[in-house]
Structure formats: structure tokens, C-alpha cells
């Protein structure tokens, strides 16, 4: 267990490096071993199969049917037993005493007793003294003569083979675990080099800002869609930044404008409006439009840092649809009675947004539509369905939007015509809640217009 918590402590360099080390050697460990006692398995078969190859040949050319041989004859036939002797082997006939009355050796090796007989045709293996042997024998049957044929063999050759064996595999496996190890420390600094760039670029980015990236990797694996991802996600959190960065010194030049007129008229109060009558009613009116319109920022600013954080359940029927249409259409109506509405209601199938949503976005897009309507005081409401979406459309005949601003205007606090905008309450956060809130439902929400001939603005929510 302490060394699973010490191998834990290691860098991940180490770590990789040791696991393939280890792996690998195992690996090869493990082959080695059934290498080698499949090696040891097919030389001992070797050996049988050429001592049972020589038995045959013994008691073939002993027993021949056409002479019959006596005790006596037998001996005499050294010769042949020297013909078919091999390296490291002895041959040997014993009668039913256990004599041996013909025996042939080849080569220096100790060799059991003659009377140790092993009367079943089995290989055996025995040990005399540091030497190994097997032993083979046959009965031998002649009309004149009854015993067994011998025949024992020297594994001393068989044992320096395996022991070389054993010492080159040993050798290599000491090389498999170097190479495995440098293999491994290879290996662990190919797969961790991205992130060791991960790494510089995270310190980079720490200290210089958001403009660094990874270097992105040619190869299409889990290490370059990583890389790709955090690229993404650098360009995100910029961009994220970036917006920030803008919308609070939007927001402080936003508020520093209604917080300074507060702060002229509560001074010009403090100096003379307390004598004077209509020093005070002044500042009291522009304080009071200010802290309105401080208010409607603020407002703004909430709603749009809501947005932000959460969408709301969707709980529209048609019904419910129809019914926010025609009751905003209503209210408008009612506080802009110089206007006419028109309103056509082709489809009414959106389900999956809140009806407070749909109020807002409608709320926010008829009074942008008003605000910027000077002349021609028409506007008009439509919605339906096209390729599996519901279209709401508001259109208006006012003074349009210049080609060159139509991608800006969803831009917090951006105004086309910023002096018009002010003096007209607006804050410049309008179409950007609108278009979060058209976000947070997967929908899109575009702008056509021409400068002098109104403006056509179209929310898209997938049915």
C-alpha cells in the first residue's frame, strides 16, 4: 500500500512511463516464460521420439526370424548396438535377471544399475547424482532368448541448451525492461506534449491575457479534439470577456450620465432651490425623469443578467398565444392612440416558450416599433408557420435602420441615432434581451429595414 501511495504521488510523466515499463515487461515477461517451457516441451518430445526411433531399430535387427539367436550370439553383436548408437546414449540387453550380457555407451555420463529394470514401455526420468536422464526400455522376445532391450539417454545436452535458453531470455528480458522503460518515457511524453503546451499556454494566458492558443495537432485523435475545445473555449471566454469588458463601461457611461444631472441638480438644490420656487420645481421634474430612467436601466440591466442564468417553463397554449397578442396589441393601442395596429394571426402553435417570455419579446419589439415612427404611425403584427417554425413578424413604416448598423443593433446599449434614442427614454438593451431571450429558446430573430421605409423584424422558434 505505501508504494501504491508513493507510485500516486508521481508526476504523470512517471506515471505513464512506469505503467508502460511495467506493462510491456510483463508482457514479455509472461511470453518469455511460455516461450521457453514450449521450447523445453518440443526438445524432450524431440528426445523421446528419437530414442523410440532407435528402439525400433535395436529390436528390429535383433529380432530377425530367420535366425535364432542364443544368449551367446547375442553378445557377439556389439557392433550393430555401435551402428546405431547415438552421442550421450547407452544400449543395452538385459536377460530376466537384469544382466546385461550387450551394452554399447556413447559418451562419459553416469548410468543407473543394471538391476533397476523398469518392466513398462514408459519413458522415465531420472537423476543420478547433478545428471538428468531418460530411460526407455522393451521386452525382447527371441525363440532362444527372453529380456528387454534398454536404452538410456544423457539430458546433459538438453540441460545446457535450456540453461542458455534461460540466460538469453534472461538477458533480453533485462533489455525489455530498459527498452520498455524508455518505450514508456517516450510514449508519456508524446501523449502528455499537448498538455504540457496546454499547460505553457494556461501560464501565458495568466500573465499576457486571452490571445494565446495551442498549437492544433494534424493528427485526428483524442489529444487534437482537445486541443480543438480548448481553442473553442478560449475563444469563447474572450469573447465572453471582451463582452464584459464593453458592458461595464457601457453601463458606467450609461449611469454616469443620469447619476451627474442628479448629482447638478441636487447641488443647484443645495445651493439655491431651497428659496427659490422654480429652481426647485426644475430639479425636482429632471430629477425625477433621471432617477425613471436610471431605473429603466437598472431594470434592464437585471432582466438581462436573468437571462443569463436561466430560461423560463414553457407554458403556451394557442390560446395563451392569442390571448398575449391581443391584450399587447390592446395596451398599445390604448397608450398610442395616434397609431394604428394591425394585427393578423395565421398560426398560433407555440408551445415551447413562457408566456411571459413571448410578452417581453413582443413588448420590447412593438415599442422600438413605435419609438421610431415618426410619420407614417403604422404598424403591423403578423405570424405563421414555414418549414416547421413559428414566424412572428413585426413590421413598422418609420425612419429604418442604415445597412451598415442592422448587425450592431442587438449589441447592448448600441443605438443607431444615440441623441434621438436618449432624449425617447431608451436604454439600448432592448433587441439584445430580446435576442437572449430568442436564444435561450433555440430560435433566431432577424431585422430587415431601409432608411426611410420602416423596418421588419421576424422571431423564428422551431415547432
Same mark, same amino acid.
Given at each position: 500500500?505505501?508504494?501504491?501511495?508513493?507510485?500516486?504521488?508521481?508526476?504523470w510523466?512517471?506515471?505513464?512511463?512506469?505503467?508502460?515499463?511495467v506493462?510491456?515487461f510483463?508482457?514479455?515477461?509472461?511470453?518469455s516464460?511460455?516461450?521457453?517451457?514450449?521450447?523445453?516441451?518440443?526438445?524432450?518430445?524431440?528426445e523421446?521420439t528419437?530414442?523410440? =526411433?532407435?528402439?525400433? =531399430?535395436?529390436v528390429?535387427q535383433?529380432? $530377425?526370424?530367420e535366425r535364432?539367436?542364443?544368449?551367446?550370439?547375442?553378445t557377439?553383436?556389439?557392433?550393430?548396438?555401435?551402428?546405431?548408437?547415438n552421442n550421450?546414449?547407452?544400449?543395452r540387453?538385459?536377460?530376466d535377471? @537384469?544382466?546385461?550380457?550387450?551394452s554399447?555407451?556413447? @559418451?562419459d555420463?553416469p $548410468?543407473?544399475e543394471?538391476?533397476?529394470?523398469y518392466n #513398462?514401455?514408459q519413458?522415465?526420468?531420472?537423476?543420478i &547424482?547433478?545428471?538428468?536422464s531418460?530411460?526407455?526400455?522393451?521386452?525382447l522376445?527371441l525363440?532362444?532368448?527372453? @529380456?528387454?532391450?534398454?536404452?538410456i539417454?544423457s539430458l546433459?545436452?538438453l540441460?545446457?541448451?535450456?540453461?542458455h535458453?534461460?540466460?538469453?531470455?534472461?538477458?533480453?528480458t533485462?533489455a525489455?525492461?530498459?527498452i520498455s &522503460?524508455?518505450? &514508456? %518515457?517516450f510514449i508519456?511524453?508524446?501523449?502528455?506534449r499537448?498538455?504540457?503546451?496546454?499547460t505553457?499556454t494556461m501560464k501565458?494566458?495568466?500573465?499576457?491575457?486571452f490571445k494565446?492558443?495551442m498549437?492544433?495537432?494534424r493528427?485526428?485523435d483524442?489529444?487534437?479534439?482537445?486541443?480543438?475545445?480548448?481553442?473553442?473555449m478560449? #475563444?469563447?471566454?474572450?469573447?465572453s470577456?471582451?463582452q464584459?469588458k464593453?458592458?461595464?463601461?457601457d453601463?458606467?457611461?450609461?449611469?454616469?450620465t443620469?447619476?451627474s444631472?442628479l448629482?447638478g441638480?441636487?447641488?443647484m438644490?443645495n445651493?439655491?432651490?431651497?428659496?427659490?420656487?422654480?429652481?426647485?420645481?426644475?430639479?425636482l421634474?429632471a430629477?425625477?425623469?433621471?432617477v425613471?430612467?436610471?431605473?429603466? *436601466?437598472i431594470?434592464s440591466?437585471?432582466d438581462?443578467?436573468?437571462?443569463?442564468?436561466?430560461?423560463g417553463e414553457?407554458d403556451?397554449?394557442?390560446?395563451?398565444?392569442?390571448l398575449?397578442?391581443?391584450?399587447?396589441?390592446r395596451d398599445f393601442t390604448m397608450l398610442?392612440?395616434d397609431?394604428?395596429f394591425q394585427?393578423?394571426?395565421?398560426?398560433?402553435?407555440?408551445?415551447?416558450?413562457?408566456?411571459q417570455?413571448l410578452?417581453?419579446?413582443?413588448?420590447?419589439?412593438?415599442d422600438n416599433?413605435?419609438?421610431?415612427?415618426?410619420?407614417?404611425?403604422n404598424i403591423?403584427?403578423?405570424t405563421?408557420?414555414?418549414d416547421?417554425?413559428?414566424?412572428?413578424e413585426?413590421?413598422?413604416q418609420g425612419?429604418?435602420?442604415?445597412?451598415e448598423d442592422? #448587425?450592431?443593433?442587438f #449589441?447592448?446599449?448600441?443605438?443607431?441615432?444615440?441623441a434621438?434614442?436618449?432624449?425617447?427614454?431608451g436604454t439600448g438593451?432592448g433587441?439584445?434581451i430580446?435576442?437572449?431571450?430568442?436564444? *435561450? %429558446?433555440k430560435g433566431?430573430?432577424?431585422?430587415k429595414?431601409?432608411?426611410?421605409?420602416?423596418t421588419k423584424?421576424?422571431?423564428?422558434?422551431?415547432?
Amino acid at each position: 500500500m505505501k508504494f501504491i501511495k508513493k507510485v500516486s504521488l508521481l508526476p504523470w510523466k512517471w506515471k505513464l512511463t512506469l505503467a508502460l515499463s511495467v506493462s510491456i515487461f510483463l508482457t514479455y515477461s509472461i511470453f518469455s516464460f511460455f516461450e521457453f517451457h514450449t521450447v523445453s516441451s518440443w526438445l524432450l518430445n524431440q528426445e523421446e521420439t528419437d530414442m523410440k =526411433q532407435a528402439m525400433e =531399430q535395436v529390436v528390429q535387427q535383433l529380432n $530377425i526370424k530367420e535366425r535364432d539367436l542364443t544368449e551367446e550370439e547375442l553378445t557377439d553383436n556389439i557392433a550393430l548396438l555401435e551402428k546405431l548408437n547415438n552421442n550421450n546414449q547407452l544400449i543395452r540387453v538385459l536377460d530376466d535377471d @537384469g544382466h546385461a550380457i550387450l551394452s554399447d555407451m556413447n @559418451g562419459d555420463f553416469p $548410468i543407473i544399475e543394471p538391476n533397476q529394470i523398469y518392466n #513398462d514401455e514408459q519413458f522415465h526420468y531420472i537423476s543420478i &547424482g547433478e545428471q538428468n536422464s531418460i530411460v526407455y526400455s522393451k521386452e525382447l522376445k527371441l525363440p532362444s532368448f527372453k @529380456g528387454r532391450v534398454e536404452i538410456i539417454r544423457s539430458l546433459q545436452s538438453l540441460d545446457k541448451v535450456r540453461e542458455h535458453l534461460r540466460f538469453a531470455m534472461m538477458l533480453f528480458t533485462i533489455a525489455a525492461l530498459l527498452i520498455s &522503460g524508455l518505450i &514508456g %518515457y517516450f510514449i508519456s511524453y508524446l501523449l502528455l506534449r499537448p498538455v504540457n503546451s496546454m499547460t505553457k499556454t494556461m501560464k501565458k494566458i495568466k500573465n499576457t491575457g486571452f490571445k494565446e492558443r495551442m498549437p492544433v495537432y494534424r493528427q485526428k485523435d483524442e489529444i487534437s479534439d482537445l486541443t480543438i475545445i480548448f481553442n473553442e473555449m478560449m #475563444d469563447v471566454i474572450e469573447q465572453s470577456f471582451q463582452q464584459q469588458k464593453q458592458f461595464i463601461e457601457d453601463a458606467s457611461h450609461e449611469l454616469r450620465t443620469p447619476v451627474s444631472v442628479l448629482e447638478g441638480h441636487l447641488s443647484m438644490l443645495n445651493r439655491w432651490g431651497k428659496n427659490n420656487k422654480d429652481i426647485l420645481e426644475e430639479s425636482l421634474v429632471a430629477s425625477t425623469e433621471e432617477v425613471t430612467r436610471l431605473k429603466k *436601466l437598472i431594470i434592464s440591466l437585471l432582466d438581462l443578467s436573468r437571462l443569463e442564468q436561466n430560461r423560463g417553463e414553457s407554458d403556451l397554449t394557442p390560446e395563451r398565444v392569442k390571448l398575449v397578442l391581443e391584450h399587447t396589441i390592446r395596451d398599445f393601442t390604448m397608450l398610442h392612440q395616434d397609431f394604428t395596429f394591425q394585427m393578423k394571426l395565421d398560426s398560433l402553435h407555440l408551445y415551447k416558450v413562457s408566456e411571459q417570455h413571448l410578452q417581453q419579446i413582443i413588448t420590447i419589439l412593438m415599442d422600438n416599433a413605435v419609438k421610431y415612427s415618426f410619420q407614417e404611425k403604422n404598424i403591423f403584427l403578423h405570424t405563421y408557420e414555414t418549414d416547421h417554425h413559428f414566424v412572428l413578424e413585426i413590421s413598422d413604416q418609420g425612419i429604418g435602420i442604415p445597412k451598415e448598423d442592422i #448587425d450592431k443593433v442587438f #449589441d447592448r446599449f448600441y443605438r443607431v441615432d444615440k441623441a434621438r434614442s436618449r432624449e425617447q427614454g431608451g436604454t439600448g438593451l432592448g433587441l439584445a434581451i430580446a435576442k437572449k431571450i430568442v436564444e *435561450l %429558446y433555440k430560435g433566431t430573430i432577424t431585422i430587415k429595414s431601409k432608411v426611410g421605409q420602416g423596418t421588419k423584424v421576424m422571431v423564428r422558434f422551431h415547432i
